[in-house]
């Protein structure tokens, strides 16, 4: 086995791109492009958080198979697909890679509105995952191959928006056709367009490494050999990148559980309708989410001191605001009260976004930079997602259970998805129900101390070369 030998960074910039250190019209219309290409990328996962009601109701499903279409169905696959992805990154153009992942991902999105079971649902959902694996390593490295460490906190922030810009946009366009045209529609509506911006992505870009071929002394990440197990054996053998890992894990399980439940939550506790709990959700994801996220990255850039402690701190910082916002939007008695306080905590939940992702990208060798994101992506995922909304639903159920009238029966048998229930079974079944969810979610608000105590310890023990 050969190993790799680190050199110090200097810059990443490509002299056909910049010379100095400085932002140039060619690297934003690069980053808006990849900005875009992500933004398909969530808005077809994030779809899934104003439509899941009605595909309950229509399909009759419990909160445990709404957690695991969420959760394992396309997080397990999506994880698992992430590292393979990557290799190809490394090793293969890198803008045709993504615009061929972007047309799949979106038509596979299309097809969602053609299923006509949960069973088919799931397996849909799963090639969504394997196809939006090879999204988050290839962006990543091209942003890293663009700016220099200092720039790519906030760099990586601005390609962090795409999902609150994203999360604005899919529950208002989901709720809005859902209502009018059916659940059906809105995967069409969101997975169209996708396959038009492949086809533009693939057609006005070129991979920074061809310009690099075509330049001499320039220091972007020309692709060298591969050696799979050194660079895992690197990355499972470094303090930092596991520190990061393992908090990233942590904080990914009870986020993307609050944020896959909270529109449920909505329509249930205050019997808002789908449009009324797509603009809380809009607010949050949107506005709360592009503040957090440009908030995040401005901060770890401007208080990264010598080591970078602060790509830790911001995040650290950020589970705890959310945790203690969450716990208090699940719990007050108006949907006003709980949507500002939804909104707070979208916006500390997504202090992280960009510097979780810098300090990666920083941390490892340059001809790695997409392994690094794409093994990071095994936590957020595989180990996040995967067990987060599963973990939610399934609570959600048995407190559920619980609350449900014994003299009326079982819970599970006779609520399923409530569409066949009148008068005072219906009632009861929705009050179980919302109390239930409700129950699930403010404990999984509690759980945010993980991640707070792991970015802590993180930021404790990182050291991050940014010069």
């Known amino acids: 086995m050969t190993s790799h030998t680190v050199e110090p960074e200097k810059s990443e910039v490509n002299p056909d791109i910049s010379t100095i250190n400085g932002w140039t019209v060619k690297k934003i219309m690069v980053l808006m492009m990849l900005m875009l290409i992500m933004m398909s990328n969530y808005l077809d996962r994030l779809i899934m958080t104003i439509l899941q009601e009605?595909?309950?109701?229509d399909l009759g499903m419990s909160d445990l198979q709404l957690g695991l279409?969420?959760?394992?169905a396309f997080g397990l696959l999506y994880g698992l697909s992430t590292i393979p992805m990557a290799r190809l990154a490394e090793r293969f153009d890198r803008i045709t890679l993504l615009g061929a992942f972007a047309a799949i991902w979106s038509s596979l999105t299309v097809l969602c509105g053609a299923v006509g079971s949960y069973a088919q649902l799931v397996i849909v959902r799963m090639g969504v995952g394997i196809s939006e694996a090879g999204a988050q390593p290839a962006c990543h490295s091209l942003v890293a191959d663009t700016f220099p460490p200092r720039q790519r906190g906030l760099a990586t922030a601005l390609l962090g928006m795409a999902m609150p810009l994203a999360g604005f946009l899919a529950p208002l366009a989901g709720a809005y056709i859902a209502d009018v045209y059916g659940w059906r529609w809105a995967f069409v509506c969101v997975g169209a367009p996708g396959i038009v911006l492949a086809i533009l992505f693939r057609l006005s870009n070129k991979d920074p490494r061809k310009q690099a071929n075509a330049s001499s002394g320039t220091n972007a990440s020309t692709p060298v050999k591969p050696n799979f197990l050194a660079d895992l054996k690197w990355l499972f053998t470094n303090k930092g990148f596991m520190l990061i890992f393992i908090a990233s894990a942590s904080?990914?399980?009870?986020?993307?559980s609050a944020l896959m439940f909270t529109a449920s939550f909505f329509l249930r506790k205050f019997e808002?309708?789908?449009?009324?709990?797509?603009?809380?959700?809009?607010?949050?994801?949107?506005?709360?989410?592009?503040?957090g996220t440009l908030l995040g990255g401005w901060l770890a850039d401007r208080f990264s001191g010598a080591h970078g402690q602060s790509y830790m701190l911001v995040p650290c910082l950020g589970a705890l605001g959310g945790?203690?916002?969450?716990?208090?939007?699940?719990?007050?008695?108006?949907?006003?009260?709980a949507g500002i306080f939804v909104?707070?905590?979208s916006i500390f939940s997504s202090l992280k976004n960009g510097p979780n992702f810098a300090s990666v990208q920083t941390l490892v060798p340059a001809h790695m930079r997409a392994t690094g994101i794409a093994v990071l992506m095994l936590a957020i995922t595989l180990v996040g997602t995967s067990l987060g909304p599963p973990l939610v639903g399934v609570l959600s159920d048995w407190a559920a259970s619980d609350a449900f009238p014994a003299a009326l029966g079982d819970y599970a048998e006779i609520c399923h998805g409530g569409s066949d229930l009148a008068g005072e079974l219906k009632q009861a079944c929705t009050r179980a129900s919302s109390n239930g969810l409700q129950s699930a979610l403010r404990f999984n608000a509690v759980l945010y101390v993980l991640p707070v105590s792991l970015f802590l310890v993180a930021a404790k023990f990182i050291r991050l070369k940014l010069d």
């Open 54 to 57: 009605p595909i309950k109701q």
């Open 69 to 72: 279409i969420v959760g394992p």
């Open 251 to 256: 904080a990914s399980m009870v986020m993307t």
């Open 272 to 291: 808002l309708s789908l449009q009324e709990a797509a603009i809380v959700l809009s607010t949050g994801l949107g506005f709360g989410g592009v503040i």
């Open 323 to 337: 945790g203690v916002s969450y716990f208090i939007a699940y719990g007050v008695e108006t949907w006003a009260v």
């Open 343 to 345: 909104v707070i905590a």
